[in-house]
Protein backbone atom coordinates (compact mmCIF):
# COMPACT_ATOMS: atom_id res chain seq x y z
CA UNK A 1 0.00 0.00 0.00
CA UNK A 2 1.79 3.31 -0.94
CA UNK A 3 1.70 5.71 1.94
CA UNK A 4 0.92 9.86 1.49
CA UNK A 5 3.77 11.62 0.95
CA UNK A 6 4.08 14.71 3.24
CA UNK A 7 4.94 17.59 1.80
CA UNK A 8 7.96 19.41 2.56
CA UNK A 9 8.41 22.03 4.91
CA UNK A 10 10.54 24.99 4.87
CA UNK A 11 12.62 25.90 7.90
CA UNK A 12 14.77 29.07 8.72
CA UNK A 13 18.51 29.05 7.50
CA UNK A 14 19.90 30.23 10.20
CA UNK A 15 21.19 31.70 12.24
CA UNK A 16 24.32 29.04 13.31
CA UNK A 17 25.47 28.32 16.70
CA UNK A 18 28.85 29.29 17.16
CA UNK A 19 30.68 26.14 17.83
CA UNK A 20 33.01 23.55 15.43
CA UNK A 21 33.34 24.80 11.55
CA UNK A 22 33.36 22.26 8.76
CA UNK A 23 36.69 22.46 6.98
CA UNK A 24 37.65 19.95 3.93
CA UNK A 25 34.12 18.20 3.67
CA UNK A 26 34.86 16.92 7.45
CA UNK A 27 32.98 18.35 11.01
CA UNK A 28 36.10 18.54 13.00
CA UNK A 29 35.34 17.85 16.77
CA UNK A 30 32.52 16.09 18.97
CA UNK A 31 30.33 18.67 19.37
CA UNK A 32 30.06 19.46 15.51
CA UNK A 33 27.19 16.59 14.91
CA UNK A 34 25.35 17.52 17.64
CA UNK A 35 25.31 21.21 16.43
CA UNK A 36 23.75 20.27 13.61
CA UNK A 37 21.74 18.61 15.26
CA UNK A 38 20.49 21.38 17.16
CA UNK A 39 20.02 23.22 14.12
CA UNK A 40 17.30 20.97 12.15
CA UNK A 41 15.38 20.68 15.88
CA UNK A 42 15.41 24.39 16.12
CA UNK A 43 14.30 24.72 12.45
CA UNK A 44 16.80 25.07 10.50
CA UNK A 45 17.73 23.08 7.54
CA UNK A 46 21.39 20.99 8.35
CA UNK A 47 24.26 20.03 6.67
CA UNK A 48 25.35 21.27 3.05
CA UNK A 49 24.40 20.10 -0.11
CA UNK A 50 26.68 19.28 -2.93
CA UNK A 51 24.44 20.05 -5.89
CA UNK A 52 25.70 23.59 -6.11
CA UNK A 53 29.52 24.72 -6.16
CA UNK A 54 30.66 27.27 -3.81
CA UNK A 55 33.06 29.71 -4.33
CA UNK A 56 35.02 31.21 -1.16
CA UNK A 57 36.70 34.36 -2.99
CA UNK A 58 36.04 35.74 -5.98
CA UNK A 59 38.49 35.59 -8.92
CA UNK A 60 40.18 32.46 -8.00
CA UNK A 61 39.53 30.41 -11.18
CA UNK A 62 42.57 28.16 -12.68
CA UNK A 63 44.18 28.78 -16.12
CA UNK A 64 44.58 25.25 -17.09
CA UNK A 65 40.96 24.72 -16.59
CA UNK A 66 39.88 27.45 -18.20
CA UNK A 67 41.54 27.28 -21.40
CA UNK A 68 40.35 23.87 -21.91
CA UNK A 69 36.60 25.25 -21.09
CA UNK A 70 34.29 26.17 -24.71
CA UNK A 71 34.17 30.04 -24.89
CA UNK A 72 30.45 29.72 -23.78
CA UNK A 73 31.51 28.25 -20.64
CA UNK A 74 34.36 31.05 -19.94
CA UNK A 75 31.64 33.96 -20.67
CA UNK A 76 29.37 32.41 -18.51
CA UNK A 77 32.29 31.66 -15.78
CA UNK A 78 33.21 35.70 -16.30
CA UNK A 79 29.79 36.36 -15.44
CA UNK A 80 29.74 34.74 -12.49
CA UNK A 81 33.25 36.27 -11.37
CA UNK A 82 32.36 39.32 -11.89
CA UNK A 83 28.78 39.19 -9.66
CA UNK A 84 30.71 38.20 -6.98
CA UNK A 85 33.31 40.50 -7.18
CA UNK A 86 30.47 43.18 -7.36
CA UNK A 87 28.25 42.06 -4.88
CA UNK A 88 30.50 39.92 -2.13
CA UNK A 89 32.14 43.02 -0.62
CA UNK A 90 28.76 43.65 0.40
CA UNK A 91 27.66 40.70 1.85
CA UNK A 92 28.41 40.59 5.87
CA UNK A 93 28.65 37.70 8.22
CA UNK A 94 26.88 38.82 11.74
CA UNK A 95 27.61 36.98 15.14
CA UNK A 96 25.13 37.14 18.46
CA UNK A 97 25.63 35.47 21.69
CA UNK A 98 24.06 32.54 20.78
CA UNK A 99 24.39 32.42 16.50
CA UNK A 100 25.97 33.26 13.08
CA UNK A 101 23.97 34.71 10.34
CA UNK A 102 24.71 37.00 7.40
CA UNK A 103 23.49 40.72 6.39
CA UNK A 104 23.73 43.48 3.19
CA UNK A 105 25.00 46.77 3.58
CA UNK A 106 22.32 48.96 2.55
CA UNK A 107 23.74 52.16 3.09
CA UNK A 108 27.24 54.05 3.23
CA UNK A 109 25.83 54.80 6.88
CA UNK A 110 26.50 51.56 8.28
CA UNK A 111 23.24 50.24 7.83
CA UNK A 112 23.12 46.52 7.69
CA UNK A 113 19.72 44.83 6.46
CA UNK A 114 18.95 40.36 7.70
CA UNK A 115 16.63 38.77 9.39
CA UNK A 116 14.36 39.01 12.46
CA UNK A 117 15.25 36.00 13.35
CA UNK A 118 19.32 36.40 12.92
CA UNK A 119 19.00 39.19 15.22
CA UNK A 120 16.75 37.47 17.90
CA UNK A 121 16.86 38.94 21.06
CA UNK A 122 20.10 40.74 20.28
CA UNK A 123 21.03 44.23 20.82
CA UNK A 124 24.55 44.33 19.93
CA UNK A 125 26.26 42.48 17.23
CA UNK A 126 29.86 41.15 15.83
CA UNK A 127 30.09 42.16 12.16
CA UNK A 128 32.96 41.00 9.86
CA UNK A 129 33.09 42.52 6.42
CA UNK A 130 33.42 40.01 3.39
CA UNK A 131 37.16 39.36 3.05
CA UNK A 132 38.04 40.67 6.75
CA UNK A 133 39.04 39.21 9.99
CA UNK A 134 38.49 42.47 12.02
CA UNK A 135 35.46 42.29 13.84
CA UNK A 136 33.56 45.46 14.09
CA UNK A 137 31.14 46.61 16.52
CA UNK A 138 26.99 47.10 15.47
CA UNK A 139 23.73 47.76 17.43
CA UNK A 140 20.00 46.98 16.53
CA UNK A 141 18.47 49.70 14.88
CA UNK A 142 14.63 47.78 14.74
CA UNK A 143 13.17 44.93 13.49
CA UNK A 144 10.05 43.93 12.30
CA UNK A 145 9.39 40.42 12.63
CA UNK A 146 6.18 40.00 10.98
CA UNK A 147 8.28 40.17 7.90
CA UNK A 148 11.33 38.94 9.13
CA UNK A 149 13.61 41.63 8.84
CA UNK A 150 15.95 44.00 10.77
CA UNK A 151 18.38 46.54 10.67
CA UNK A 152 21.31 47.05 12.37
CA UNK A 153 23.94 49.42 12.30
CA UNK A 154 27.92 49.69 12.37
CA UNK A 155 28.68 51.59 15.19
CA UNK A 156 32.08 53.30 13.76
CA UNK A 157 31.52 52.33 9.82
CA UNK A 158 34.82 52.20 8.51
CA UNK A 159 35.41 54.35 4.90
CA UNK A 160 34.78 52.49 1.67
CA UNK A 161 32.14 50.50 2.87
CA UNK A 162 29.95 49.02 -0.27
CA UNK A 163 26.06 49.29 -0.02
CA UNK A 164 24.05 46.46 -2.13
CA UNK A 165 21.87 47.34 -5.62
CA UNK A 166 18.92 45.73 -4.84
CA UNK A 167 16.89 44.83 -8.03
CA UNK A 168 13.21 45.20 -9.02
CA UNK A 169 10.91 42.78 -8.03
CA UNK A 170 8.82 42.72 -10.87
CA UNK A 171 11.57 41.96 -13.63
CA UNK A 172 12.08 38.84 -11.43
CA UNK A 173 11.43 35.63 -13.36
CA UNK A 174 11.65 31.57 -13.53
CA UNK A 175 14.64 30.50 -14.85
CA UNK A 176 16.76 33.38 -13.79
CA UNK A 177 20.23 32.41 -12.80
CA UNK A 178 20.72 33.14 -9.08
CA UNK A 179 23.97 33.21 -6.62
CA UNK A 180 23.29 33.09 -3.03
CA UNK A 181 26.29 34.51 -0.73
CA UNK A 182 26.98 34.58 2.80
CA UNK A 183 28.15 32.16 5.53
CA UNK A 184 26.42 28.84 5.43
CA UNK A 185 27.77 27.12 8.22
CA UNK A 186 30.41 29.58 9.93
CA UNK A 187 32.37 29.41 6.05
CA UNK A 188 32.45 33.43 5.77
CA UNK A 189 32.51 35.30 2.27
CA UNK A 190 30.41 31.63 0.34
CA UNK A 191 28.70 31.28 -3.01
CA UNK A 192 26.42 28.60 -4.39
CA UNK A 193 24.50 28.81 -7.68
CA UNK A 194 20.92 27.80 -8.96
CA UNK A 195 17.80 29.75 -10.54
CA UNK A 196 14.92 31.04 -9.83
CA UNK A 197 12.35 27.85 -9.10
CA UNK A 198 9.11 29.82 -8.65
CA UNK A 199 8.35 33.79 -7.59
CA UNK A 200 4.99 34.26 -5.49
CA UNK A 201 5.10 32.07 -3.05
CA UNK A 202 3.73 32.40 0.03
CA UNK A 203 5.51 30.49 3.30
CA UNK A 204 5.20 30.58 7.37
CA UNK A 205 8.07 29.82 8.86
CA UNK A 206 8.09 27.72 12.45
CA UNK A 207 8.05 29.37 15.48
CA UNK A 208 11.14 28.53 17.79
CA UNK A 209 15.04 28.49 17.41
CA UNK A 210 14.96 32.19 16.78
CA UNK A 211 12.19 32.11 14.15
CA UNK A 212 9.59 34.68 15.11
CA UNK A 213 7.10 32.35 13.14
CA UNK A 214 6.14 34.96 9.79
CA UNK A 215 3.77 34.40 7.13
CA UNK A 216 5.74 35.88 4.24
CA UNK A 217 4.30 36.43 0.89
CA UNK A 218 5.71 36.66 -2.64
CA UNK A 219 8.74 35.16 -2.05
CA UNK A 220 11.59 34.34 -4.53
CA UNK A 221 12.24 30.66 -4.59
CA UNK A 222 15.64 29.28 -5.62
CA UNK A 223 17.66 26.03 -6.68
CA UNK A 224 20.84 27.60 -4.79
CA UNK A 225 21.97 26.22 -1.71
CA UNK A 226 20.91 27.57 0.99
CA UNK A 227 22.22 26.34 4.76
CA UNK A 228 22.60 27.80 8.18
CA UNK A 229 24.13 31.05 8.61
CA UNK A 230 23.04 31.97 5.10
CA UNK A 231 20.27 33.47 6.76
CA UNK A 232 20.23 37.16 6.18
CA UNK A 233 22.85 36.91 3.01
CA UNK A 234 22.00 38.06 0.05
CA UNK A 235 20.22 35.98 -3.53
CA UNK A 236 21.86 37.89 -6.31
CA UNK A 237 21.41 37.79 -10.19
CA UNK A 238 23.81 38.02 -13.28
CA UNK A 239 23.12 42.17 -13.20
CA UNK A 240 24.85 42.37 -9.59
CA UNK A 241 21.29 42.86 -8.35
CA UNK A 242 20.00 41.92 -4.70
CA UNK A 243 16.81 39.91 -5.75
CA UNK A 244 16.26 38.97 -2.18
CA UNK A 245 17.29 37.85 1.68
CA UNK A 246 18.07 34.10 1.62
CA UNK A 247 15.83 33.29 4.89
CA UNK A 248 14.36 29.56 4.18
CA UNK A 249 15.34 26.22 3.41
CA UNK A 250 12.97 23.23 2.96
CA UNK A 251 13.05 19.91 5.16
CA UNK A 252 11.66 16.60 4.00
CA UNK A 253 9.48 15.44 6.96
CA UNK A 254 9.61 11.85 5.96
CA UNK A 255 13.29 12.01 6.31
CA UNK A 256 13.34 13.75 9.66
CA UNK A 257 13.99 16.52 8.50
CA UNK A 258 16.74 16.05 6.57
CA UNK A 259 17.20 19.05 4.31
CA UNK A 260 15.14 19.18 1.30
CA UNK A 261 17.88 20.01 -2.09
CA UNK A 262 16.82 22.82 -3.84
CA UNK A 263 14.68 24.48 -2.28
CA UNK A 264 15.45 27.77 -0.82
CA UNK A 265 12.83 30.87 -0.19
CA UNK A 266 14.52 34.58 0.03
CA UNK A 267 12.45 37.88 0.80
CA UNK A 268 11.62 39.58 -2.27
CA UNK A 269 13.71 42.85 -2.67
CA UNK A 270 10.74 45.25 -2.86
CA UNK A 271 9.35 43.88 0.66
CA UNK A 272 13.33 44.57 2.19
CA UNK A 273 13.53 47.95 0.75
CA UNK A 274 9.91 49.15 1.67
CA UNK A 275 10.75 47.61 5.09
CA UNK A 276 14.09 48.86 5.93
CA UNK A 277 13.93 52.28 4.83
CA UNK A 278 11.27 52.74 7.39
CA UNK A 279 13.06 50.59 10.21
CA UNK A 280 15.68 53.46 9.68
CA UNK A 281 13.85 56.42 9.12
CA UNK A 282 11.05 56.00 11.82
CA UNK A 283 12.73 52.88 13.99
CA UNK A 284 9.59 51.19 13.41
CA UNK A 285 6.95 50.08 10.66
CA UNK A 286 4.35 52.19 10.01
CA UNK A 287 3.02 50.54 6.60
CA UNK A 288 3.43 46.94 6.36
CA UNK A 289 2.44 46.57 3.01
CA UNK A 290 0.33 43.65 3.77
CA UNK A 291 -3.26 43.08 3.47
CA UNK A 292 -5.81 42.85 6.18
CA UNK A 293 -9.47 42.14 6.83
CA UNK A 294 -9.68 44.13 10.10
CA UNK A 295 -10.61 41.37 12.20
CA UNK A 296 -8.98 39.47 15.40
CA UNK A 297 -10.00 35.57 14.46
CA UNK A 298 -9.23 31.91 15.67
CA UNK A 299 -9.18 28.61 14.28
CA UNK A 300 -12.94 27.22 14.84
CA UNK A 301 -13.05 23.84 15.18
CA UNK A 302 -16.38 21.67 14.30
CA UNK A 303 -18.53 19.71 16.17
CA UNK A 304 -15.64 16.48 15.38
CA UNK A 305 -13.04 18.73 16.82
CA UNK A 306 -11.35 19.78 13.34
CA UNK A 307 -10.20 22.48 12.32
CA UNK A 308 -12.98 24.03 9.59
CA UNK A 309 -12.51 27.91 9.40
CA UNK A 310 -11.31 31.03 11.49
CA UNK A 311 -14.42 32.41 13.55
CA UNK A 312 -14.08 36.47 13.69
CA UNK A 313 -13.41 37.35 17.27
CA UNK A 314 -13.72 41.26 16.66
CA UNK A 315 -14.33 43.53 13.91
CA UNK A 316 -12.45 46.65 14.04
CA UNK A 317 -14.80 49.82 13.62
CA UNK A 318 -14.62 51.42 10.15
CA UNK A 319 -12.02 48.40 8.65
CA UNK A 320 -12.42 46.27 5.78
CA UNK A 321 -14.94 43.38 7.13
CA UNK A 322 -17.01 45.98 9.13
CA UNK A 323 -17.72 48.04 5.90
CA UNK A 324 -18.81 44.25 3.98
CA UNK A 325 -20.75 43.53 7.00
CA UNK A 326 -18.57 41.03 8.40
CA UNK A 327 -19.40 40.52 12.24
CA UNK A 328 -18.04 38.51 15.32
CA UNK A 329 -19.35 34.68 15.24
CA UNK A 330 -19.33 34.75 11.49
CA UNK A 331 -16.97 31.84 10.35
CA UNK A 332 -14.38 32.50 7.59
CA UNK A 333 -13.96 29.44 4.90
CA UNK A 334 -12.56 31.25 1.99
CA UNK A 335 -10.62 34.25 1.04
CA UNK A 336 -11.23 34.44 -3.04
CA UNK A 337 -10.33 30.53 -3.91
CA UNK A 338 -7.88 29.70 -1.03
CA UNK A 339 -9.68 27.38 1.39
CA UNK A 340 -9.29 28.83 5.17
CA UNK A 341 -9.67 26.04 7.65
CA UNK A 342 -7.81 27.52 10.47
CA UNK A 343 -6.40 30.84 11.54
CA UNK A 344 -2.75 30.29 10.06
CA UNK A 345 -4.65 29.61 6.75
CA UNK A 346 -6.16 32.92 6.57
CA UNK A 347 -2.76 34.40 7.08
CA UNK A 348 -1.53 32.37 4.42
CA UNK A 349 -4.58 33.47 2.02
CA UNK A 350 -3.86 37.43 3.16
CA UNK A 351 -0.31 36.92 2.82
CA UNK A 352 -0.32 36.27 -0.87
CA UNK A 353 -2.41 39.38 -1.26
CA UNK A 354 -1.85 43.25 -1.48
CA UNK A 355 -3.88 46.14 0.40
CA UNK A 356 -6.69 47.33 -2.00
CA UNK A 357 -7.28 44.13 -3.13
CA UNK A 358 -10.99 43.67 -3.89
CA UNK A 359 -11.56 39.90 -2.67
CA UNK A 360 -14.71 37.66 -1.76
CA UNK A 361 -14.68 36.39 1.52
CA UNK A 362 -17.17 33.17 2.15
CA UNK A 363 -18.29 32.48 5.80
CA UNK A 364 -21.38 30.81 7.61
CA UNK A 365 -23.67 32.68 10.08
CA UNK A 366 -25.86 30.62 11.67
CA UNK A 367 -25.09 27.75 9.40
CA UNK A 368 -25.63 29.28 6.17
CA UNK A 369 -23.35 30.15 3.78
CA UNK A 370 -22.63 33.85 2.88
CA UNK A 371 -20.48 35.75 0.88
CA UNK A 372 -19.09 39.71 0.88
CA UNK A 373 -16.84 41.44 -1.47
CA UNK A 374 -14.11 42.89 0.89
CA UNK A 375 -11.68 45.45 -0.25
CA UNK A 376 -8.86 44.79 1.98
CA UNK A 377 -6.94 47.15 3.95
CA UNK A 378 -3.82 47.79 5.50
CA UNK A 379 -2.17 45.21 8.21
CA UNK A 380 -1.84 47.56 11.29
CA UNK A 381 1.66 47.35 13.05
CA UNK A 382 2.46 47.42 16.40
Not at 14 to 38: I, N, V, Y
Amino acid sequence: MNRKKEPTRPLPAGPRPTGPRAFGGRLLGPGALAALTALAVAGCSSGSSSSSSTATTPGASSSSSSSARPAGGNQLQDAYQKVIADVLPSVVQITTATGLGSGIVYDDKGDIVTNAHVVGTATTFSVTLANSTKSLDATLVAGYPESDLAVIRLTSPPSGLKPAVFGDSAKVELGQITLAMGSPLGLSSSVTEGIVSATGRTVSEPQGGGSPGATIGNMVQTSAAINPGNSGGALVNLNSQVIGINTLAATEPETNGAAAPGIGFAIPASTITGIADQLIKDGKVTNSGRAALGITARTYFDQNFRPAGAVVVAVGSGGPAAAAGIQPGDVITKVGDATVDSLNSLTTALASLTPGTKVTVTYTRDGQSKTADVTLGTLETP
